[in-house]
């Protein structure tokens, strides 16, 4: 593997999610303790279990998504699994359709692709993921969809001055797909989805 810019990046998300899940796994754990000797009621003990959950469901999501990829590939299950976890009780509902094990690289360009589409619809909606011998479509369905041309011209190369963090993955998954000499296309209708191939 070459040290790209890409690569780089990628292992510094894998090495962050690696050091976090460790300790919030230990808090889980130390919450299970807490239950099996009775002492788990109380708002408060409720509030530190989901927010450990939601936590932990994230990491999950973004060691996907931010961490080093590869050819390995990545079950049904798994995948539905970190979605479900980490879109849980959201606006977002995501419908996962690729019933065969697709390559870890790719998934991580669905998960990218979901985080553009999230921000093209604030109130949330519907995003629909299939793959058909290697080509993926991801369609995010929203009652308003809110498209910022400047972020979405990121995927087709065009750079955009003054990046916010909450918009890194416009120039992940290009950079991404540039690595894995694909192109990434999006379409779009006012109020009603917002389209992403590749």
């Known amino acids: ?30 919450l299970e303790l807490l239950g099996m000797a009775g ?55 995501v419908a996962y359709g690729p019933l065969d094990p697709q390559p870890r690289w790719a998934v991580r360009m669905a998960f990218l692709g979901i985080q553009c589409l999230e921000t093209a619809m604030p109130y949330g909606g519907r995003i629909e993921i299939n793959c058909d011998q290697g080509a993926w479509t991801l369609t995010g369905y929203s009652p308003k969809v809110t498209f910022d041309t400047r972020l979405w011209d990121i995927l087709s190369g065009i750079e955009a001055p003054d990046l916010a963090p909450a918009h890194v ?29 590749f």
Do not use: W
């Not at 070459?2 to 808090?27: E, M, Q, T, W, Y």
């Not at 009621?41 to 450990?52: A, F, H, T």
């Not at 539905?80 to 509902?93: A, Q």
């Open 1 to 30: 593997m070459g040290h790209s810019d890409v690569n780089i990046a990628a292992l510094i998300g894998s090495r962050i999610c690696h050091d976090l899940i460790s300790p919030i796994g230990a808090i889980n754990n130390g």
């Open 39 to 93: 002492n788990n009621d109380g708002p408060e003990m409720e509030l530190i279990s989901e927010s450990v959950g939601n936590a932990s469901a994230r990491i999950r999501f973004f060691r996907i998504a931010y961490g080093a990829a590869s050819d390995q590939q990545m079950g049904r299950a798994d995948v539905v699994s970190i979605l479900k976890d980490n879109l849980s009780g959201g606006r977002l509902d």
């Open 169 to 197: 993955q416009f120039a992940l998954l290009h950079a991404v797909a540039q690595d894995a000499k694909c192109r990434v296309h999006t379409t779009h209708t006012d109020g009603e989805f917002v389209r992403i191939t």
